[in-house]
């Protein structure tokens, strides 16, 4: 099977991963040479992922018989469109559905019109007195968000980075003015609790859940510090996590259901993986934001894990008949850390060679994805995005946790990494916490 796959970072280096260890003939599309991904494939074609136009053009001339498209910003341009329409069957949302995730008022609306669980208090507002107003609706303990797609970095969130309504005012000034993410902007109430990542494969109907995951989006350890694409990730061998509990999940599954029969509804099915974004709250799991692709790292925990084949998961949901039971996992425990170049989060160093024994990391058992680093004449340099992810895999999270930071020893440059993902002691921190939230000592 020939299978086409879009992008260039690590989340798209674990699908060609998975996609050839199902066999397929890859092709990629891609900005950068990411060195992982062009070892694997068997041809590639350095293009601006956006320009629909050349990336069907080139699927067509390859005759591939299959498409993922791996980020967002080519669906939000109707890449999945453009691909399917040249007759190609795409396991990645058309350019309706993944508003579920270039939109953010398009998803609040959705589900408060369906009346949907995990819904949560929002205005929009497109001027600053629609802001006071949706203040005095909501009270300062909001979230501020930019409505369209920002690379996960345009929200700010009130008691963290906005302290007064003064400066809630000021950042949606900012957004307003400079136009970040489309000019519109969402207030949300603020939730309080733990975060996780619930992905799922979908057909436009059905759904078919993968293991939780919970990723570190702020750039230092112990959470703090700016926003990123996500520092890393851990996973749980049972599919949960430490401070989740299989209740808390199903009703997280029941969410996603819930919002694929809500897209359908509109007309707008959705055919790929589905990523939730979860607060687990006092009153259960509420939706943060969806995603209409694998998340990054995420897709790096689950894809590692995955034992049922990649290609026939695809095919199913390109073609509307996900077959049950191909949702299977090594019941295994698994841990992400992303290595970064100096400044990220703030002022990231491009251009700075990194050194990557990849031999070195493979003898301390853990697998590594090249993320977003350009290869030229054999030697590897950062961008201003993350450099290399690199996963451990155990039966519980803190062996695969000691795998991975073994192997980070054999990556050298001027980098870092939060140590403190999937460390005991962090993770023991996270239960109290929930256990304090729910108000119980479970
Ligand atoms: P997003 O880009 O929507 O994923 O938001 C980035 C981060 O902001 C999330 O991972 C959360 O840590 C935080 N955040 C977003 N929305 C909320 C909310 N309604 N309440 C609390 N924190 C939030
Ligand atoms: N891990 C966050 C994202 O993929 O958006």
């Not at 205005?123 to 968000?145: F, M, P, R």
């Amino acid at each position: 099977m020939k299978v086409l796959a879009v992008g260039g970072g690590a989340r798209e280096h674990a699908i060609v991963s998975g996609l050839a260890r199902s066999g397929a003939d890859i092709f990629v599309a891609m900005k950068n040479r990411n060195p992982g991904i062009a070892r694997i494939a068997k041809d590639t074609f350095y293009v601006d992922e956006m320009d629909v136009a050349k990336v069907v053009e080139y699927a067509k001339e390859k005759s591939v018989e299959l498409a993922v498209v791996g980020p967002e910003a080519p669906l939000e341009v109707g890449l999945a469109d453009g691909l399917e329409s040249a007759g190609i069957p795409t396991a990645s949302p058309c350019k309706d559905a993944a508003r579920i995730e270039t939109s953010k008022i398009f998803m609040r609306n959705l589900m408060r019109e369906h009346g949907l669980k995990g819904s949560v208090r929002f205005v929009e507002a497109h001027t600053i007195d629609e802001v006071e107003s949706g203040l005095d609706e909501l009270g300062n303990e909001v979230v501020v968000k930019p409505t369209g797609l920002t690379g996960g970095k345009g929200v700010k969130v009130f008691g963290e980075h906005m302290m007064t309504k003064e400066d809630i005012l000021r950042y949606s000034e900012e957004i307003i003015s400079n136009r970040i993410g489309g000019s519109k902007i969402v207030l949300e109430e603020k939730l309080v609790g733990e975060e996780f990542t619930l992905q799922a494969f979908c057909d436009g109907t059905r759904i078919l859940p993968m293991p939780a995951v919970q990723d570190h989006k702020r750039a230092y350890e112990g959470d703090k510090g700016p926003n990123t694409g996500g520092m890393g990730s851990y996973s749980q061998s049972d599919g949960l996590l430490p401070f989740l509990t299989r209740g808390d999940y199903d009703q997280a599954v029941s969410i996603i259901e819930q919002t694929v029969g809500a897209l359908k509804k509109e007309g707008a099915p959705y055919k790929g993986t589905l990523y939730g974004q979860f607060m687990l709250t006092k009153d259960g799991p509420k939706v943060i934001e969806f995603n209409a692709r694998f998340g990054d790292p995420e897709a790096m925990n689950v894809l590692t894990l995955l034992r049922g084949d990649f290609v026939k998961i695809c095919q199913g949901m390109a073609d509307g008949n996900l077959a049950n039971g191909l949702n299977q996992f090594h019941r295994k425990a698994s841990v992400c850390k992303y290595v970064v170049p100096a400044g990220y989060g703030s002022k990231p160093l491009a251009g700075e060679e990194i050194k990557v024994d990849e031999k070195g990391i493979s003898d301390e058992g853990a697998v590594l994805y090249y993320s977003s680093v350009n290869e030229k004449d054999g030697k590897v340099y950062t961008t201003t995005s993350r450099s290399v992810g690199i996963v451990g895999v155990s039966d519980e999270i803190y062996e695969a946790e000691r795998i991975a930071e073994n192997a980070i020893k054999h990556v050298s440059g001027n980098v870092f990494v939060r140590h403190d993902i999937g460390k005991r002691t962090m993770l023991e921190a996270k239960v109290v916490r929930m256990n304090d939230i729910r108000g119980c000592s479970k």
